[in-house]
T-cell receptor, first 110, second 114 residues
Framework: GQSLEQPSEVTAVEGAIVQINCTYQTSGFYGLSWYQQHDGGAPTFLSY????GLEETGRFSSFLSRSDSYGYLLLQELQMKDSASYFCAVRDTGGFKTIFGAGTRLFVKA | EAGVTQFPSHSVIEKGQTVTLRCDPI?????LYWYRRVMGKEIKFLLH????????ESGMPNNRFLAERTGGTYSTLKVQPAELEDSGVYFCASSQYTGNTEAFFGQGTRLTVV
């Protein structure tokens, strides 16, 4: 089967750094994406990794290790507005279907 | 530029009734996807249109679900007859090219079947 595993909840304080891990088991792999969703809102694209290594975009970074079928999203200098659900997603080798994890609910406390 | 819009935002129907969800993708986006999220679970792929053609409908749960995209513009997803387990949030997403790594999502339709 195809599955993505990520923690269900993470809590951190404002200004801290948090890492959300994702391991995947899929029949094909074309790349790992991360999406953010605030309650009641649309999932919005954060990052995409096709190759091993770290991609940095402002306070957010995403890492991929294809040999370990593992990636993570790193959020630095946490702000209250970062409280949301974060989904990792794998693009299938067919290039068309994107498979999502169940999401990690991040709570940022003052 | 308008984003992906979905209608209605919420729908409460009784078991056995029919509901039709609508998605208007971003103008010019050939690729349109339907997803569903049941509370606390993954955002599950339902199907993918390229223009008016169904590219992949492997995620459609059963024949009570019918998706259409006439003319390659907006899409509808009809559930008939609805069952309790169909409750969830139905998301639509679009992308301009099939190879695009970023998909733009709508805010979803929250369907509750009672």
């Amino acid at each position: 089967g195809q599955s993505l595993e990520q923690p269900s909840e993470v809590t951190a304080v404002e200004g801290a750094i948090v890492q959300i891990n994702c391991t995947y088991q899929t029949s094909g792999f074309y790349g790992l994406s991360w999406y953010q969703q605030h309650d009641g809102g649309a999932p919005t694209f954060l990052s995409y990794n096709a190759l091993d290594g770290l991609e940095e975009t402002g306070r957010f970074s995403s890492f991929l290790s294809r040999s370990d079928s593992y990636g993570y999203l790193l959020l630095q200098e946490l702000q209250m507005k970062d409280s949301a659900s974060y989904f990792c997603a794998v693009r299938d080798t067919g290039g068309f279907k994107t498979i999502f994890g169940a999401g990690t609910r991040l709570f940022v406390k003052a | 530029e308008a984003g992906v819009t979905q209608f209605p935002s919420h729908s409460v129907i009784e078991k056995g009734q029919t509901v039709t969800l609508r998605c208007d993708p971003i103008s010019g986006h050939d690729n349109l996807y339907w997803y569903r999220r049941v509370m606390g679970k993954e955002i599950k792929f339902l199907l993918h249109f390229v223009k008016e053609s169904k590219q992949d409908e492997s995620g459609m749960p059963n024949n009570r679900f019918l998706a259409e995209r006439t003319g390659g513009t907006y899409s509808t997803l009809k559930v008939q007859p609805a069952e309790l387990e169909d409750s969830g949030v139905y998301f639509c997403a679009s992308s301009q090219y099939t190879g695009n790594t970023e998909a733009f999502f709508g805010q979803g339709t929250r369907l509750t079947v009672v």
